[in-house]
């Protein structure tokens, strides 16, 4: 019995992931942080996202990937420990206007109760894409988070555009 729950978990868990395979971020590369013997090592993995509504600006995010058995199988609960860089990586256009606070990506960092998700809002004031990561649990959330900003600059002979004028109130 116990056997055909996992069977039938490991099943949907693989659904969810051909379904979602275009929302996936690319990986830059692993490095392996704890040996672990005849199972997978505890990683630190680096991924890249673009941002699907604003053209122009790359994230890149690190974070904690637990080896052994259990990440082996896809049960593991990751921590929340993710480090977040973005940047301007060509001349920003607005696709269609956001919200503050409207979730960029998400990723689940546990079997069933925890993602990780990137955030983005405007700072009207200066001009600035603000991006913020986090993880959330059903139970109890985690204040482990971390913060990047992008300026938005003037790219080539390309106007640098204001992100308050796309912001949805």
């Known amino acids: 019995m116990r056997l055909a729950g996992l069977a039938v978990a490991t099943l949907i868990s693989a659904a969810a992931s051909v379904a979602h395979a275009q929302d996936e971020p690319d990986l830059i590369f692993k490095k392996s942080t704890v040996w672990k013997f005849l199972t997978p090592d505890h990683k630190l993995a680096t991924y890249a996202i673009d941002d699907p509504l604003i053209e122009g600006v790359a994230c890149h995010f690190t974070v904690p990937e637990k080896g052994g058995i259990s990440g082996w ?97």
């Open 73 to 169: 199988i896809g049960v593991a609960e990751e921590v929340s420990d993710i480090s977040l860089a973005c940047r301007q990586v060509g001349p920003v256009t607005f696709k269609e206007k956001f919200e503050q606070g409207d979730e960029m990506f998400r990723q689940r960092r546990s079997f069933l109760f925890k993602k990780m998700r990137i955030v983005r809002g405007c700072d009207t004031k200066r001009n600035v894409l603000v991006y913020l990561v986090y993880s959330d649990k059903i139970i109890e959330g985690s204040p482990k988070n971390s913060t990047s900003t992008v300026p938005i600059m003037p790219w080539g002979d390309k106007a640098a555009p204001r992100c308050g004028d796309w912001l949805d109130e």
